[in-house]
């Protein structure tokens, strides 16, 4: 525990004896927990109690003095818990007392204090840290505690009720009893894992943990046996909590329990399959599928427990029936029988509705046809079974063609019929049920499910060829009148997701291409924002697909309604919702990313975009458009790149003066930006554009260098920088010759301003990526190893502005070289100011501004030390546990000491 | 006894995190799902595992409805429809849908600022969820399926934010959200039906306070704005993009014109254009005022207050800037209030919740050192002033929708337990109904008076007529009394199954043909007959005529002795009889 910490203690002891509604806010506590959890888990042997007696004390005092505020007693049950997790904490705990009083509910009931859930939520949570050696097992048992706690199994609150679920798991499987003679070895390995895991408990099991162990087996097996069966309709809930525990045990008992447990449950589990619950066929499901796989892992499958699987799929009701068998494919399909079983009961619905005869023409087979179709009719039912039975087929058309009644392409014909239903077409399914389609007409639910599952569907062995039938239904879907948004997405997803695995185009006809180009004209005009980019995303995505799988350009432009596809995305731009632009800018470039790779130079077309871009870039409100923009031009960039290094022979087109210039402008516009996520992606920009210059120059890393920050899981990183970043080119020879020429480029194409508005930006990934590169930049033209850097290189200026950031730098470059006692050097306004030929012209302009040598700004600015900094969080300190105990601590005195204006309590509202 | 289940996974008894599970007529509803600013971990989210037993949550929810723009009752939406894959339908207000995603970056942005954050969500994500959202209109009864349906009406508190009536056949709750029942600078005040809800789900943040006018705290907030700007110093306003910010704008820009103030106003981050937008768009979401106004002026273009650029905060002289993000959590609000900080002169105004943690947080809690990043210390001499500004219904308020809506049982959420304890007894007393405040996790049951339906005989309704005794009015609901009601609500709400009753009879008859051929004749010559009746020749060998239905078989002995099976429903008593008449006279010749 850090020392400032460890001062604190005991004043933030005293704030939560005094008061718990002084605390700084309802987080509080739960932090303070987590913070001494991190504590005791880190220290494995000491007792936090012993160090810190201010802990005892205050336990001591909670549980006895039960006026506390209910937060802070729960939290004290808790902690009580955690301390007595060791076995020296546990005596402490014991000889003084506290134990006995903490964990009995009599003296919190008495003190009123039991009706409150989180006293409850305490004592079990308290409980569950503390039993981690066998002491505290014994003092469970002694207290008679199992059968509290069986009860609190069905409180009135879902999160006391679970946590006692999960507290009674803990206890069985955590000190269940190794196997004797042939399961012994992992048995025990099992245990070291779980001593090991929990690492702070004492000696292993012992006869008394063994006695102690049976007495609450025995009670929690007898209360199994008598509580899983409901006895009336108002205890569904017992049992259905008895069936959670059940298959939490289940699931991780090894053979001694879990051959008691099977034997306690196997009755009672037969009368509740045989009762046909409907509320408890999934957790019915799960007790029975995991004692059906702990029995198969030994071997041969416990002939109890599969035939109670059997009778599970044999349930009278449809819609349990549906039920059991998705749980049972989702779970893991047990054996191949119950898995065709479940596989032939999950497709009936769809065989029924659609009349496509998935399962044969002996139905005779399946005895629940009846009253299926029964359900079906139900408009309630029947919608929910065939959501179920769609949200599976594309599992099940993955599965062994032994398994299945029928090849995946009929269940991708008996979707397309679905679907066609869907929209009040039911020509195509005359053996249908027509009683039931008026269920599923218009069905949202279900044409959502049904999209889904084509979708999912496309990767299924021998459907390829479908693709024509598929796109039709779907170009009818899109066409559709009345598709709601969500509908004509998941149609769009469809049609991608199909292309993408049927590539050969020679499947489609042209009237199938023209219907999509002539349905995404149209949609592309949609009245709903929401519609319009879901069609701009898809032409993007279209576009992507086609370039990665490589299609000829004519083919995929016959797709895309060839010049039509860049034309319907240039007047996306014009959207007047952001999203729609920013998607629109994304499509583009996925568009035009062939026509770049192949290093055309650019056609009046593309230079109307880049234009239009460029205009978006400057004067767009919403950010999303803008991000979109820089990321267009990195994508751009990234291209030329690449083709470059691929085939020299094209690299002039492609270094067109149009991406130049517009690359200035995008870093310009792009730094001064007021959103965080573009001037993240212009420092990417400014990246490439480093890459470029440096690249097999000494001392210059491509990409994320290693004793640099480790990337922030959030930080935005290109994909296409990415791409770059993997790419061998070959520049070796002469680079340091003309190192000075190329920074000079680089300043006067405005890379280093980027990153130096960047480094002192407010929004820290902003100055963390700045940051980076700068380093980059500067062990590549400077190393700090170097005394100092070539002559040439020296002399290379930049001109920083006399505003904003050029100030901030200025400022940052005095105090720095004033500490190095280089006042001498340091002009008025803090920057080492010369005469240069270089800036001179804009500082005479400029007046403010001043002209500063890159490798001296670059050595001068503090990098590693402002790195170190903000590698770290921008709240690291705020949230530190020192920050923490200081808020209790100034929480508390502000309670004590209220010298606050009357109006000036700061209420919990609304954020 | 039918039952409404009502359960908060966040705001029972707490603010922070407003998720409620309603579970009315078999339907289960979400309201709200918002987020706990205070936790960097998955604690900020609902834990949805609760409610679901195989993960999901599409199966178990039929609908989720979303009150307002505010992080605490939208935030974990994106990581709700993208992360744990809810896909069912989701509701909001145009106005929340329109501002929700600004919030919800702007939100992102302070994650990202964090280390070691997980299992947040991404742009993409946030307008992948923002695209699955079905608009609500105010007063528009939208039916979510065949029998759950929802009604929006305005709640004041913030642009776009609504309560919803929701209802399933004759059982109903509302939902309040935050709502705010006295109007303020840009907004009206809540309004709803007189609905009669079986359970009014009302928020409490200010359950025991009798707030001071509006007029006041604005009066005070201006009064210490002018007095810091008189003195020469500079004032921080932290807030979020869209929401309160916008009201404190209309007040500045409206005292300085008044007093013809010169110092300049700026407001970071481009946000008063985005603003203006969403405001000019949903004009008719505001209070009477600015509508009345809007044709001469548009309250939302303002003429005092200017973009702010970051060099703008070393200029001498005084100033007020409003700067994001609201808590000084980070960014540019923060690198502002250290700017500032030092100098007495200054003034930080926090007019809203921050916390445990933030830099807001702690200097509203009196902090007057603070330790920055690199072990610095920064001495906060500048003045910090805290001002509610956030539009709840105090007590009164609440008690003012509960006269107008006159539900039968409360269910108050949304504020601090020993504060609704407090309200709860005053409601109980005053409005002799019950009034629950669970806590998280914990279920609050209430059984309603089903409808039940009647079908009675025309004789006997007479007699009950003749006795003079009240008749049922449909329209009116009536506890303890019978009720007309349809039969299917009334076998829904009784949980039980419908029995079809088919009569069916077998007719014999001479046709020298094949069965299928017999049968083709049958449908040949009800279609000549029975003209206007739907008549089908179905796949599967049979003729159907509306609900009666028509198979042919072969007698065992004579191959031309046909033996009709006619099934019909009661409703179709008259017509089966028909056609059983008909067809025992045979079939007549010349038919093809």
Request: charged share 20%; aromatic share 6%; hydrophobic share 40%.
């Amino acid at each position: 525990m850090d020392a400032d910490c460890v001062l604190l203690l005991p004043g933030v002891c005293q704030v939560l004896l005094d008061s718990g509604r002084s605390l700084p806010d309802d987080t509080t506590l739960e932090k303070l927990l987590d913070w001494l959890t991190g504590i005791t888990e880190a220290d494995k042997e000491g007792s936090l109690l012993e160090v810190h007696p201010c802990l005892l004390e205050f336990i001591s005092f909670v549980v006895c003095k039960t006026s506390s505020d209910p937060s802070v007693i729960s939290f004290t049950l808790k902690l009580c818990g955690l301390m007595g997790a060791t076995e020296d904490g546990f005596k402490r705990l014991q000889e003084s007392s506290v134990l006995d009083l903490a964990f009995s509910r009599q003296h919190w009931h008495e003190a009123g204090l039991w009706e409150d859930p989180c006293i409850r939520i305490g004592w079990i949570q308290g409980l569950r840290s503390m039993l981690l050696h066998s002491k505290a097992l014994s003092f469970f048992v002694q207290a008679d505690l199992t059968a509290q706690l069986l009860q609190l199994q069905t409180d009135t609150s879902l999160f006391v009720a679970s946590a006692a679920n999960q507290m009674l798991a803990h206890i069985l499987l955590f000190f269940q009893p190794v196997m004797s003679a042939g399961c012994n070895t992992i048995g025990k390995k099992h245990w070291e894992d779980k001593r090991t895991q929990a690492s702070i408990i004492g000696p292993g099991v012992t006869m008394d943990t063994s006695e102690d162990y049976d007495a609450v087996l025995a009670v929690t097996s007898k209360y199994l046996q008598e509580s899983l069966v409901p006895k009336e309709n108002t205890q569904f809930h017992q049992s259905l909590q008895t069936l959670k525990l059940l298959g939490l045990l289940l699931a991780q008992a090894r053979p001694p329990l879990r051959d008691q447990l099977l034997q306690t449950a196997a009755d009672p589990l037969e009368e509740v399959v045989t009762a046909g619950c409907s509320q408890l066929t999934l957790p019915l499901m799960d007790v029975v599928l995991a004692a059906y796989s702990s029995s198969t892992g030994e071997g041969v499958p416990d002939q109890h427990v599969a035939r109670l699987l059997s009778s599970m799929l044999t349930m009278s009701k449809p819609a349990d029936l549906i039920q059991a068998a998705a749980a049972l494919l989702s779970r893991g399909h047990p054996d191949s029988v119950h898995a065709a079983q479940a596989v032939r009961i999950l497709l009936l619905p769809l065989d029924l509705i659609t009349g496509q005869a998935l399962l044969g023409t002996n139905t005779a087979a399946d005895k629940h046809r009846f009253s299926m179709v029964d359900q079906l009719k139900s408009k309630t039912s029947c919608i929910s079974m065939i959501c179920v039975c769609l949200t599976n087929t594309p599992q099940i058309s993955l599965m062994p063609a032994d398994l299945l009644p029928c090849p995946s392409a009929s269940i991708v014909t008996a979707v397309l019929s679905l679907l066609r239903i869907c929209s009040g077409d039911s020509s195509s399914s005359p053996a249908g049920c027509p009683e039931v389609f008026r269920n599923v007409i218009s069905s949202g639910k279900v044409q959502k499910s049904a999209l889904e599952a084509l979708t999912g569907l496309s990767s299924s062995p021998g459907v390829k060829g479908m693709l024509i039938e598929v796109l039709a239904v779907l170009i009818e879907y899109l066409n559709h009148p009345d598709s709601d948004p969500i509908v004509l997405h998941k149609s769009y997803q469809a049609v991608v997701q199909w292309l993408s695995v049927c590539v050969d185009l020679s499947f489609t006809t042209d009237k199938l291409q023209q219907d999509l180009v002539e349905v995404v004209k149209k949609r592309v005009c949609d009245m709903r924002w929401e519609v319009r980019d879901s069609t701009v995303e898809f032409l993007g995505k279209l576009a992507g697909v086609l370039v990665s799988a490589k299609v000829a350009p004519d083919t995929s432009e016959v797709l895309l309604g060839g010049c039509c596809s860049a034309s319907l995305l240039r007047e996306a731009l014009q959207d007047p919702e952001s999203y729609v632009r920013a998607s629109a800018i994304s499509a583009l470039a996925q568009t035009l990313a062939h026509s770049w790779q192949q290093g055309a130079a650019p056609t009046q077309q593309q230079t109307d975009i880049v234009s239009r871009l460029l205009e978006i870039l400057s004067q767009d409100t919403e950010g999303f458009a803008r991000r979109a923009v820089v990321q267009y031009f990195i994508a751009w960039f990234s291209s030329r790149s690449s083709s470059t290094s691929r085939s020299p022979s094209t690299s002039t087109c492609s270094t067109s003066p149009l991406l130049m210039n517009s690359v200035s402008t995008v870093l310009s516009l792009g730094s001064a930006d007021l959103d965080w996520e573009v001037k993240v992606h212009t420092l990417e920009l400014a990246e490439l554009l480093l890459d470029e210059a440096f690249l097999g120059h000494r001392g210059y890393r491509k990409g994320s260098d290693t004793h640099l920050a480790l990337p922030h899981p959030y930080a935005v990183v290109s994909d296409q920088t990415c791409t770059l970043h993997t790419h061998n080119r070959k520049r070796t020879e002469g680079m340091d010759s003309d190192l000075a020429i190329r920074l000079k480029t680089l300043v006067e194409q405005g890379v280093f301003s980027v990153l130096l508005s960047g480094l002192v930006d407010c929004d820290r990934p902003v100055s963390l990526k700045a940051c980076q590169l700068l380093i980059k930049f500067r062990e590549t033209v400077c190393p700090v190893s170097i005394e100092a850097p070539e002559e040439t290189v020296a002399e290379v200026s930049c001109e920083l502005p006399g505003w904003g950031w050029g100030q901030d730098i200025s400022k940052t470059l005095g105090m720095t070289m004033s500490d190095q006692a280089k006042v001498a050097d340091i002009a008025a306004n803090g920057a080492h100011v010369f005469d240069s030929e270089d800036c001179k012209e804009n500082v005479n302009k400029g007046g403010d501004s001043v002209c500063v040598r890159v490798c001296e700004v670059l050595r001068s600015l503090g990098l590693d030390a402002k790195l170190d900094i903000l590698i770290q969080s921008s709240d690291h300190v705020h949230n530190s546990p020192l920050s923490l105990l200081q808020d209790i601590l100034t929480a508390g005195a502000a309670h004590s000491h209220p010298d606050t204006q009357p109006g000036q309590e700061v209420i919990v509202d609304c954020y | 006894m039918p039952e409404i289940k009502v359960t908060p996974l966040g705001a029972g008894q707490d603010v922070g995190r407003s998720c409620i599970l309603v579970s009315i007529g078999g339907k289960n509803i979400m309201l709200d799902c918002g987020m706990h600013m205070g936790y960097n971990d998955d604690r900020r989210f609902p834990d949805f595992s609760y409610i679901t037993q195989n993960g999901r949550l599409t199966d178990f929810l039929d609908c989720l409805i979303i009150s307002h723009f505010h992080l605490d009752h939208c935030g974990a939406l994106p990581y709700m429809s993208e992360m744990v894959g809810y896909d069912g339908p989701i509701y909001m207000t145009h106005p929340t849908k329109a501002i929700c995603p600004i919030l919800l970056e702007d939100f992102r942005k302070i994650t990202v600022d964090k280390k070691g954050e997980t299992n947040f969500f991404t742009s993409q994500m946030i307008k992948d969820c923002m695209k699955k959202v079905i608009p609500l209109n105010l007063h528009q009864t939208v039916q979510v399926d065949d029998e759950l349906e929802i009604k929006a009406y305005y709640a004041g508190h913030v642009l776009g934010a609504a309560m919803v009536h929701i209802k399933v056949g004759s059982e109903s709750v509302v939902y309040t959200g935050d709502y705010n029942m006295t109007p303020d600078r840009h907004l009206g005040a809540a309004w709803i039906d007189k609905c009669r809800p079986d359970i009014l789900i009302s928020e409490s943040t200010y359950a025991t306070t009798i707030r001071d006018s509006k007029r006041c705290r604005e009066r005070d907030f201006l009064k210490k704005v002018h007095e810091s700007i008189e003195r020469g110093g500079k004032v921080l306003i932290p807030v979020f993009a869209l929401g309160r910010a916008q009201e404190l704008c209309i007040l500045l820009e409206t005292f300085w014109e008044r007093m013809n103030l010169k110092a300049p106003i700026y407001f970071s981050t481009g946000l008063t254009e985005k603003a203006n937008h969403y405001y000019k768009l949903f004009i008719t979401w505001t209070n009477q005022k600015i509508r009345k106004t809007f044709v001469q002026r548009n309250m939302f273009e303002f003429k005092h207050i200017k973009a702010f650029d970051r060099s703008y905060a070393d200029n001498p002289g005084p100033m007020v800037v409003f700067a994001t993000p609201g808590m000084l959590h980070a960014g540019q609000s923060l690198q502002i209030f250290k700017k500032w900080a030092g100098n007495e002169k200054n003034m930080v105004i926090m007019p809203g919740y921050c916390v445990q943690g933030t830099i807001g947080h702690k200097i509203l809690n009196g902090q007057r050192k603070l330790e920055m990043e690199g072990r610095a210390t920064l001495d906060v001499k500048l003045q910090v002033e805290y001002m509610s500004f956030s539009a709840h219904a105090d007590a009164k308020g609440i008690m003012q929708l509960i006269r107008m809506a006159e539900p039968r049982n409360m269910v108050l959420v949304h504020g601090e337990a020993v504060k609704m304890e407090f309200l709860k007894g005053k409601i109980e007393q005053e409005f002799s109904i019950d009034c629950y405040m669970p806590a998280n996790g914990e279920t609050v049951t209430v059984t309603t008076n089903p409808s039940v339906p009647v079908d009675i005989s025309l004789n006997l309704l007479k007699r009950e007529m003749a006795l003079g005794g009240p008749l049922p009015d449909p329209k009116k609901p009536h506890d303890q009394i019978l009720k007309l009601v349809s039969s299917e609500q009334a076998l829904k709400e009784l949980g039980l199954n419908e029995h079809q009753l088919r009569f069916t009879c077998r007719v014999q008859l001479q046709d020298p043909h094949s069965d299928p051929d017999t049968l083709h004749r049958i449908y040949t010559h009800l279609k000549s007959v029975l003209k206007g009746y739907t008549i089908q020749h179905l796949p599967d060998g049979t003729v159907m005529v509306e609900s009666i239905v028509i198979k042919v078989s072969s007698s065992a002995e004579d191959p031309n002795t046909k033996v009709l099976l006619l099934s019909w429903s009661y409703q179709d008593e008259d017509l089966g009889s028909f056609l059983s008449t008909l067809l025992k006279k045979g079939l007549p010749s010349g038919l093809c």
